[in-house]
């Protein structure tokens, strides 16, 4: 639609500030440096009188309830519990059942290529655990065309329509999102320019 397409971006809500993470899982040839996410909200006002804005709400829904399904696919590869699917109207204007899945989302990384190859592509993922607990409670995970020469760094950029957690805890409904959770970067596959690659091992193979 291309109403979709004139969608405007604005930025809302909390951002977290940049951290340098140290508890993640870097790769052979490749230094994890300052990680940040923030949320935010497309909004375009001429969907405000438009008859098929059901529509696009309807599509909304079933893009996360699609994410949501394949984020389970990952926690399921990796031995981890999967989530309750969110609702059918989740996103939508009309209701929400969830406000968390009014926004969108915006994940990213920097890295640097500390080896001798070429990056061509890496798949990464953003997880986020309950520090009281040392639990799990969310992992997206993103693929990033880039080029990165030896000694050179980059920002690796990921979206997505799920939020950092697959659940709310209420204890922690008045503290801000930075502080609520402790959060790694895991780098889980490399291709470089010889088309060769690296990847995580699967804990449960």
């Not at 990464?124 to 655990?129: G, K, L, P, R, T």
Request: charged letters at 30%; one cysteine or more.
């Amino acid at each position: 639609m291309k109403a979709l397409i004139l969608s405007i971006v604005v930025l809302c809500g909390s951002v977290c500030g940049a951290q340098t993470v140290s508890s993640g899982q870097s790769a052979p040839g490749v230094k994890v440096g300052e990680s940040n996410w923030r949320r935010t909200t497309k909004r375009n006002p001429a969907l405000d009188d438009d008859p098929l804005r059901h529509l696009e709400a309807q599509d909304r829904s079933e893009r996360i309830r699609s994410e949501a399904a394949e984020q389970n696919r990952i926690r399921a590869a990796l031995g981890k519990d999967q989530s309750p699917l969110p609702g059918r109207n989740a996103g939508t204007d009309s209701q929400p059942s969830d406000l968390r899945y009014a926004f969108d989302y915006l994940y990213r990384v920097k890295i640097t290529n500390t080896g001798a190859k070429n990056i061509r592509w890496v798949t990464w993922e953003y997880v986020f655990v309950d520090p009281s607990t040392g639990r799990e409670v969310g992992r997206r995970r993103f693929r990033s065309d880039v080029k990165i020469k030896p000694g050179k760094s980059t920002r690796l950029f990921g979206y997505s329509i799920l939020p950092p957690s697959d659940t709310i805890d209420a204890t922690k409904a008045g503290k801000k999102p930075e502080d609520q959770y402790s959060e790694q970067i895991v780098i889980t596959r490399i291709v470089y320019d010889d088309s060769s690659t690296w990847e995580r091992p699967n804990p449960q193979e």
